[in-house]
C-alpha cells in the first residue's frame, strides 16, 4: 500500500544536520534507468546510491545525496524523485553535460543486466556538512574523475561520520577485476560497515570461497561484514569472525531492480535506531554482538523483501511497515529469496517492534 510523502520544509545543506536532525549524506550516481522486459520499455530514475538515499529517506532519515545529473528532462525527472521522497539534493549534483542513462534487460526470472552511459563528477561537500552516516557505493567509488573525490571524503570522515559502503559491481563498466580491485578494497579498508553480495565477491575473487573472501574483508577492520545471497539468504560477520544469517523466505518476486540497494539503506536504518551510527556510536558498533546484528539483518531482509514484491526500485515508506505490522502473520519467514545483487531477504525473528529494540540494543 501505497503511503504518500510528507514534505520537509526547506533545507540548508551547509548544516551539520536537516533541521536539526542527524542526517546521511550518500554519494553516487544518479541516473535513467531504461528497463526493457519483453516489448515493454520505461524510464525511471535510477543508481544504487540514488535508491539508498530514497529508502533511507522514505523510512524516515533526513537524506542529502551528492550525485552528478544533467539539467535536462531526464535530470528534472530525478530531481522531482528525490523530492517526491524527500531526500535532499546537494547544491552543485546539477553540474554534468548530460544525465546518465543504464540500459537494464530483465530476464524472465526479473533479474537485470546493465549497460552504462556514465558521467561521473562529485560536486562540492561544504565543510560544514558533518553528518551521522556517509555511504558510498557501486560505481561512485571507481569511475574516474569522481572516484578520487570518494576515496578523499572516506579518508577525511568529516566529524567522525560512520562511514558504509557496497561494491555492488557493474562488469559492463568496470572492466575486468584487476582494473578496479585496488580501488575497492581501499574503499573497504576505510569503512566501517561493508555489504557486498556473494556475486560481487566471486567476480573480484573468482578464486577464493566467498566467506573466505568476506573474511579477508572484515579482517582489514570493519565493525559488520554482510554478505548477500540471493535465494540462500545472507549472513553477517562481527568483529572476532563470528556470524549471524538469514535464510530464504517465499516471496513473490516482480522483479529485483533495486532490492540490494534497499537491503542497505535498511542495515543502515536498523544500526541509526540501535545508537551505532556517529562517533557516538563508534565504540559500540565495533563491539556489535550477535542479538542486534541479527535483527540488523532481519529489517534489511524486510525491507528487501517488500521491495522486490514490486515493480522497478520502490522501497517501502516508514508507514508501510507500521501497516504490515498490524495484519496478522500467516506463519513463516517473510521476506525475499533474490537473485544477483539484490541480496538475501527473509525476516526470522519477526519484523514486528522492530524500532521497539530496547530489550537488546548494544547486545
Known amino acids: 500500500m501505497a503511503v504518500s510523502a510528507q514534505p520537509l520544509p526547506d533545507q ?15 554519494i553516487g550516481e544518479a541516473l535513467t534507468d531504461i528497463i526493457y522486459q519483453g516489448d515493454t520499455i520505461r524510464e525511471h530514475p535510477g543508481g544504487s546510491p540514488l535508491n539508498v538515499a530514497v529508502g533511507l529517506s522514505r523510512l524516515g532519515r533526513p537524506t542529502t545525496l551528492a550525485t552528478w545529473l544533467g539539467r535536462d528532462p531526464r535530470g528534472d525527472q530525478i530531481k522531482a524523485h528525490l523530492e517526491a521522497s524527500n531526500v535532499a539534493l546537494l547544491e552543485g549534483s546539477d553540474g554534468a553535460a548530460r544525465t546518465s542513462v543504464a540500459q537494464a534487460t530483465l530476464d524472465q526470472h526479473g533479474a537485470a543486466t ?21 555511504h558510498a557505493g557501486s560505481l561512485a567509488g571507481v569511475v574516474e574523475p569522481g572516484d578520487q573525490a570518494v576515496a578523499a571524503l572516506f579518508t577525511a570522515r568529516p566529524g567522525g561520520a560512520t562511514l558504509t559502503y557496497d561494491p555492488n559491481v557493474r562488469p559492463q563498466i568496470m572492466g575486468s577485476p584487476g582494473q578496479v580491485r585496488d580501488r575497492i578494497e581501499a574503499l573497504v579498508r576505510a569503512a ?37 545471497r540471493g535465494a540462500d539468504g545472507a549472513f553477517a560477520l562481527l568483529p572476532g569472525g563470528e556470524m549471524v544469517t538469514v535464510g530464504p523466505a517465499a516471496v513473490a518476486v516482480v522483479d529485483t531492480v533495486g532490492a540490494g540497494d534497499a537491503f542497505m539503506g535498511g542495515m543502515v536504518d536498523a544500526l541509526w535506531t540501535a ?32 521491495t522486490v514484491a514490486r515493480a522497478g526500485a520502490n522501497p517501502p515508506w516508514a508507514g508501510e ?5 498490524e495484519v496478522p502473520a500467516s506463519g ?7 537473485a544477483g ?23
Do not use: C
Open 12 to 26: 540548508s545543506l551547509s548544516d551539520q544536520s536537516l533541521n536539526g536532525q542527524p542526517q546521511a549524506l550518500v
Open 114 to 134: 546493465y549497460v552504462f552511459d556514465l558521467l561521473w563528477e562529485v560536486p562540492p561537500v561544504p565543510a560544514g556538512l558533518v553528518p551521522l552516516v556517509i
Open 192 to 228: 566501517d560497515v561493508v555489504k557486498a553480495s556473494d556475486e560481487d565477491l566471486a567476480w573480484l575473487y573468482p578464486e577464493v570461497e566467498v566467506e573466505q573472501a568476506a573474511r579477508d574483508w572484515l579482517e582489514a577492520g570493519l565493525a559488520l561484514m554482510v554478505v548477500t
Open 275 to 306: 545508537g551505532l551510527l556517529g562517533p557516538g556510536g563508534r565504540e559500540a558498533l565495533y563491539g556489535i554482538g550477535r542479538q542486534t546484528a541479527q535483527a540488523v539483518l532481519d529489517h534489511a531482509s524486510r525491507i528487501a523483501a517488500m
Open 321 to 325: 511497515l507500521v501497516e504490515a505490522d
Open 332 to 338: 513463516g519467514a517473510d521476506g525475499a529469496g533474490v
Open 341 to 363: 545483487d539484490a541480496g538475501g531477504a527473509g525476516d526470522a525473528g519477526g519484523a514486528a517492534g522492530v524500532r521497539d529494540w530496547s530489550a537488546w540494543q548494544g547486545a
